[in-house]
């Protein structure tokens, strides 16, 4: 940073300090727009949440993947088993026999899906796109966090100007009150000309101290959005990524926002969504097949008369075919929404691809018209300072009337304070055109 602007920046400490902005135990910090970007990545609590559900989207991709891998299954009770009575078939000659009481069973049971119809491989690619979609609202995020961002530094950065122009005009306004003084003393003047001035310097003064109530209600709302620190003041810097000019051409801007858009690559991810989910409601009116092995080790042996205290194992491996019937009048219904979705998200990428179109024009448009609003702003504050010249001579002359010199000032005061404006503008509109091309 200069040493020019190394001073500015120690003379608007001075005025905060004055007029209330930085009490004693904040911190100051020049920072730049980067700065602040940096700080918002690591920080900000909206990118945070995003990025904890970009993790929870990656976690559901390995859980859709374990989801190929076998099913293994195991159980063990220990069981009383109660006396037996035993009786003709009407009834008669009951006799009670006692079995082995201590009762145990053992299972261990395995299976693995070799075909669901797509239904594993559709839940897979699914949670990838969900995972895929996740990682598309962080970026999203981050770029409006930016934006933000970029609103709060440029206001920032305006109001910093247009304090200096408010001090410009007290000093000058003080300067003027001590000439008339002057001139009053030498019978030239009246005391109704200082009294104007006056006015005029406590008008000056109150546009200051709303300036100063601006900055620091802009400077609360950045540091909330960089998660930072309340009790610290961020001062701007001149050093901005770089100097806006009208080039390059819309076409460059709309080949960005093709390539980049987050929006349309959203919606193109919600087509590709949609399609996946019909295969995995066409999937659900597939059969399914899978290959299975059991073990069982039960006891006692109950199937004499009386139960023996004998312990069987019996084991079998196979494999099952298996296929849901209803699915053939009920299933149908849920392919036919799952169809009519997939349309509408490829229309509604189609809608999503044509408003992007519309505001990269819209927002290069504005561009352009802040470099027309830029140079009238200039040429204003020329013609507005020409006159205050020629106020002030003519009023130096006695050709000229305070009321004539209050208002050239106020003309020249409103003309440097939309020139300060302008400037930002045309910054501002600069990054709002990267942000909506996606490459901010």
């Known amino acids: 940073m200069s040493k020019k602007r190394n001073l500015a920046v120690a003379a608007f400490l001075a005025m905060m300090s004055m007029s209330g902005m930085v009490c004693a135990q904040s911190r100051q910090l020049v920072l730049s727009l980067n700065d602040l970007f940096a700080k918002a990545d690591k ?4 990118i945070k949440s995003f990025q904890s559900a970009v993790s929870e989207a990656e976690a559901g991709v390995k859980a859709a993947n374990a989801e190929r891998l076998p099913d293994v299954t195991t159980s063990l009770s220990v069981s009383y088993l109660g006396n037996s009575t035993i009786m003709d078939g009407n009834f008669s000659n009951a006799f009670c026999a006692k079995p082995p009481h201590f009762g145990t069973n053992f299972a261990l049971q395995a299976s693995w899906a ?8 559709s839940a897979v690619n699914l949670a990838k796109l969900n995972a895929e979609m996740a990682k598309l609202d962080a970026v999203d995020n981050r770029k409006r966090v930016r934006i933000l961002i970029t609103g709060y530094y440029l206001q920032l950065h305006n109001l910093y100007n247009q304090e200096k122009v408010f001090d410009e005009n007290i000093k000058l306004t003080q300067t003027l009150i001590d000439q008339t003084r002057k001139r009053q003393d030498e019978g030239v003047a009246l005391r109704n000309d200082i009294t104007r001035y006056e006015l ?8 200051k101290t709303q300036v100063n109530s601006k900055y620091m209600i802009i400077n609360h709302q950045l ?10 003041v961020i001062l701007t810097t001149d050093a901005f990524d770089v100097t806006p000019d009208r080039d390059p051409s819309e076409a460059f801007w709309q080949n960005e926002a ?5 929006a349309i690559q959203k919606s193109a991810l919600g087509v590709r969504m949609s399609k996946q989910n019909v295969k995995m409601q066409k999937s659900a009116s597939m059969p399914s097949v899978a290959v299975f092995a059991e073990d069982h080790l039960d006891g ?3 199937y004499d008369i009386p139960p023996k205290d004998l312990r069987i194992n019996n084991w079998v491996v196979g494999i099952g075919v298996k296929y849901n019937i209803s699915s053939m009048w009920k299933n149908n219904r849920k392919v036919r929404q799952a169809e009519l979705a997939s349309q509408t998200a490829t229309e509604r990428h189609d809608d999503v691809s044509e408003n992007i179109e519309n505001a990269v ?3 290069y448009t504005d561009y352009l018209t802040t470099f027309t609003e830029l140079e009238t702003s200039k040429k204003q504050v020329e013609l507005a300072s020409q006159n205050y010249d020629v106020v002030s001579n003519r009023y130096s002359n006695g050709l000229a009337l305070v009321t004539d010199m209050v208002d050239a000032q106020n003309q020249r005061l409103d003309a440097q304070l939309k020139l300060v404006s302008s400037r930002i503008n045309v910054l501002y509109s600069y990054y709002n055109l990267k942000y909506i ?3 901010l």
């Open 43 to 46: 920080n900000n609590t909206s």
């Open 114 to 121: 070799l075909y669901t119809g797509g239904a594993l491989t």
């Open 223 to 232: 540091l909330t959005a960089l998660g930072e620190d309340e009790n610290m």
């Open 200 to 207: 005029q310097l406590e008008a000056l003064k109150l546009g």
């Open 361 to 363: 024009q819209a927002a």
């Open 437 to 439: 091309a996606g490459n």
């Open 300 to 302: 006692p042996y109950i």
């Open 258 to 262: 093709k390539m980049n858009s987050l």
